[in-house]
């Protein structure tokens, strides 16, 4: 059974920076599709960034280059690594991969939206205050 297992989030202040981990079981394979994708009580799901086995990497327009999106393979690990936080930022994160048999969604990995998305954490929370 596929896991995914957040870890990293918190509350920050603006300007600062936090990392967010995924512990990534069950779900290995050459071919992957996975991301992260946040949410606001009450707002629409917005994906931040996705990364595939092709080495391409997606971003979210807001992100506006402060956010990196990493996986390392050896330990079967995701990251987010997010820089120059700010209120707008404050969400819930849920990691988030795709069925690795299924071609489709592989190559749709970071078409806008997260229905691509089979698998789900559940999420850890980041808030940025003053």
């Known amino acids: 059974q596929v896991q995914l297992q957040e870890s990293g989030g918190g509350s920050v202040e603006p300007g600062e920076s936090l990392r967010l981990s995924c512990q990534l079981s069950q779900l290995t394979g050459d071919r992957y599709c996975m991301g992260w994708v946040r949410q606001v009580a009450g707002r629409e799901r917005e994906t931040v960034a996705s990364i595939r086995s092709d080495q391409t990497e997606n971003y979210a327009e807001f992100t506006t280059g402060r956010f990196a999106i990493s996986r390392d393979n050896s330990n079967n690990m995701l990251y987010l690594d997010m820089n120059h936080l700010g209120p707008e930022d404050t969400a819930m994160y849920y990691c988030?991969?795709?069925?690795?048999?299924?071609?489709?969604?592989?190559?749709?990995?970071?078409?806008?939206?997260?229905?691509?998305?089979?698998?789900w954490g559940r999420g850890t929370q980041v808030t940025v205050e003053s």
């Open positions: 988030v991969a795709a069925d690795p048999t299924k071609i489709g969604a592989w190559r749709a990995c970071h078409a806008r939206g997260s229905g691509v998305f089979r698998f």
